[in-house]
């Protein structure tokens, strides 16, 4: 079985080559790839190369598959698993192992990765919980559950307490006061989406940002309105034009701070903002990764001794975490699309990965079946001169807000696959 594939091949090294994947093993299964979305880790992989925890040694001779957030349907199933999936049985993958080297599909495996026509999922991963059932048809939501899964972890990790009780309270506060920091980008708004119609239905929501442009295409997808006839309320704020940030954004919650307060930016003056931010029993979560090991901030330790304030970080979600996102996202509560800005094949892996940091926007969704460089969705109209197709996904994403979606997957999957 041949497979076309985007591979690490070195420290800022990516290409796509075609290679033919070893036979079957008898605890493995073959998996056909329908839709893979690109990760900021990828980036900081390939960069880094086999210096990356993550990478092993050896790319020039084995290189490794890159993409950990995919979704697609089971090509050939080994004899030891027969009894568990089947041909065309539709999947997602869950990446996160727990393995002591830290490997993970995307990263670590010549053979095991999401940009890719196929690939070979290992028994370790199989036995490790690694193959999700998805029964929905959208295969751009399977994939997306893996980022998803991130936000709703970083949501479940955060903790509150009780004086002299000894247990934690896990969980953002129900019904409690959250802030959203530097999250109108795209994993900011998947936690919008979360933090309005998850489990903890905080009554105050702020959402801030410097960028008044993705503010507001943040409150175009979610805007305020949708907790009308509601006791909860939605508030976006720029925070560059205010003179005083920490007291503009508390003053929005009635001057007693946040019982949760997340960070998706990985600065430290925003962090500091954060933990001025903090009510009574507040908890502080960085979700946002540094690449700065010696990366730091100051924080109020007569509040954390008084006041009973306190800090986590998360990086990753569960099995559950994924699941949750999963039905979610195919009960309507959650729409995990409005993360995805661009649309692409196999072909445009290599450059979008190596010029990551350079594209605006969010989420990079890719289907490796196609042949197709990189495109924004909200200009699909302006390349419709020099190819008709594009008009067509054009008029379905207009139609939706110039968000991705089932029609706008089953159309691309038609006219380039």
Known sequence: MKTEAAYITGAGQCEVMTTELPPLGASE?????????????????????SSHKRVPDGLDETPVMTGHEFAGVIEEVGENYKDRYHKGQVIAVQPAMGLPSGYSPGYSYPHYGGDATYTIIPEVAIEKGGIL???????????????????????HASYHTTPFVYEYEM??????????????????????DY??????????????DLDQARLDRAASLIPPSVL??????LVYMNTSKVDDEVAAVRAVSGGQGYD??????PDRGLIETADKLLGVDGCLNFFAGPTDKSFSASINFYNVHYERTHLVGTSGGSSGDMQESLAMSAAGKLNPSFMVTHVGGIDAVPPTLKDFPSIPGGKKLFYPHVHLPLVAIDEL???ADRDPR??????????????????????????WA
Not at 181 to 192: E, K, S
Not at 195 to 208: D, E, M, S
Not at 228 to 233: A, I, N
Not at 260 to 265: A, E, F, S, W, Y
């Open 228 to 233: 009308d006839g509601t006791d909860r309320r």
């Open 29 to 49: 299964v073959l998996m056909k790839v329908v839709s893979s979305s690109m990760c900021y880790s990828t980036y900081k992989a390939m960069t880094l190369g």
């Open 381 to 383: 109209r302006a390349h």
């Open 260 to 265: 949760d307060v997340m960070v998706l930016v």
């Open 171 to 192: 969980g953002i506060k129900k019904g409690g006061k959250l802030a959203l920091l530097g999250a109108a980008g795209p994993m900011g708004i998947g936690a919008i």
């Open 390 to 415: 594009f008009a067509g996904l054009a008029d379905i994403c207009e139609a939706n807000n110039n968000v991705w979606n089932l029609e706008a997957e089953r159309y691309l999957l038609a006219h």
């Open 133 to 155: 059932a998805y029964e929905e048809e959208y295969f751009a939501d399977a994939s997306l559950a893996e980022p998803m899964s991130c936000i709703i972890g970083a949501f």
């Open 195 to 208: 933090a309005i119609n998850g489990p903890y239905q905080p009554k105050l929501i702020i959402v801030t």
